[in-house]
């Protein structure tokens, strides 16, 4: 028996495949490799000396996606593939529509016909839209401010009326703060290609001398010293939690949401400040326009993941700017580049060991 995971190859992906591996389960990956590399996943078969089986396919591409269910023994699915760009998801909705929302029906589609009936979805905080007071609990109400985030709701109600229609199902929804960090090796971390929308990546960049400056969204809000505060939390930590999930879907049923933060909300020039404290790095900033969409304050109340999973962040702020940095110090420039063409057939992440490939 495996467990799928679909986007493996991401940030957030590659380092919960990583967990999965050295917590003896057998994987399988299905990832498009449009927002990542499968060099992700030959350093974690580095890391972990173990194999991970690898196909490089599109989600909605059916036909492919179902031999990955009739060749396979598949105990349950991690689905973390989608697209997450907030402003491109304005700008290109139904791009988003259609990777995020057919691609989640197709998988579960194969996984009702093939009694797969288990299933960790990917959700984010952004389903709390702008919320009226923090720290913020699962019962809040929930509010999408952007396709991207229409999205990650409208999964999460498509998986409550999965298990209305059918009590076999067992999901596990979680909803993510600010993943930030990387693996402590340093081998693996988060790439994103071009400019980085989000803060971490940025000041990264910054830092090893490809961007000039930060540029700090507003500095008037109602914070601690005007700039906008997150709870970020250490990607390995992020990834525990999906083990926690995963032992949680496969023990019982119904839909269960879980927020995934520390509890503790830091702004802006604050992990700026612990990024140069980390790291002894200087990161020039300057202050411009608050982005628009953007809350001021949002961190978790993660007192129910505690509960009900076992689950808490062990990582604090200083490790996790010093984890980034190790990662895009040794990779300034990320990954190595990758084809440009995936073909839609099973490969093992050992064959991304071949040199050239
Ligand atoms: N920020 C800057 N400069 C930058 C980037 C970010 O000042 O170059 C600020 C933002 O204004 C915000 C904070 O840094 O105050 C964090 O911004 P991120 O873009 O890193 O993260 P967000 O909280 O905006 O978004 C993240 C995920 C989204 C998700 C959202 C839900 O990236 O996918 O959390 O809470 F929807």
């Not at 699962?138 to 298990?163: C, H, S, V, W």
């Amino acid at each position: 028996m495996a467990i799928l995971v679909t986007g493996g190859a991401g940030f957030i992906g590659s380092h919960t495949c990583l967990e999965l591996l050295s917590g003896g389960y057998d994987i399988i990956v299905v990832d498009n490799f449009s927002n990542s590399n499968p060099e992700s996943l030959k350093r974690v078969t580095e890391i972990t000396g173990k194999l991970i089986k690898i196909y490089p396919m599109d989600l909605l591409d059916l036909n492919s996606l179902e031999t990955v269910f009739l060749d396979n023994h598949i105990e349950a699915v991690i689905h973390f593939a989608g697209l997450k760009a907030v402003g491109e998801s304005v700008h290109d909705s139904l791009k988003y529509y259609k990777n995020n929302i057919t691609a989640t029906l197709l998988i579960c589609e194969l996984m009702q016909k093939y009694k797969v009936k288990k299933m960790v979805f990917s959700s984010s905080a952004t389903v709390y839209g702008l919320p009226d007071s923090v720290p913020i609990s699962e019962g809040f109400p929930l509010k999408a401010l952007n396709p991207y985030g229409r999205t990650k709701l409208m999964i999460e109600e498509i998986l409550q009326d999965l298990y209305v229609s059918d009590n076999e199902w067992s999901i596990t929804i979680l909803r993510y703060f600010n993943p930030i960090g990387a693996h402590e090796s340093g081998w693996i971390g988060e790439d994103p290609s071009g400019t980085p929308n989000n803060l971490m990546p940025y000041i990264t960049r910054v830092a090893v001398g490809q961007l000039k400056e930060l540029q700090i969204f507003g500095k008037d809000y109602a914070t601690v010293d005007g700039t906008g505060v997150r709870d970020y939390i250490h990607v390995v930590d992020l990834a525990k939690g999906h083990l926690l999930a995963l032992d949680k879907t496969l023990t019982s049923s119904g839909v269960h949401t879980y927020n995934l933060g520390t509890g503790r909300g830091y702004s802006v020039l604050e992990v700026v400040e612990a990024f140069e404290l980390a790291t002894g790095v200087h990161i020039p900033y300057k202050m411009v326009q608050p982005r628009s969409g953007d809350a001021a304050i949002c961190y978790a109340d993660p007192t129910k993941a505690e509960k009900e999973l076992n689950w808490k962040a062990a990582k604090g702020i200083i490790e996790m700017c010093q984890d980034a940095w190790r990662w895009q110090s040794n990779n300034p420039h990320g990954y190595v580049k990758k084809e440009e063409s995936v073909n839609p057939r099973l490969v093992q992440s050992e064959d991304f060991l071949l040199p050239n490939n």
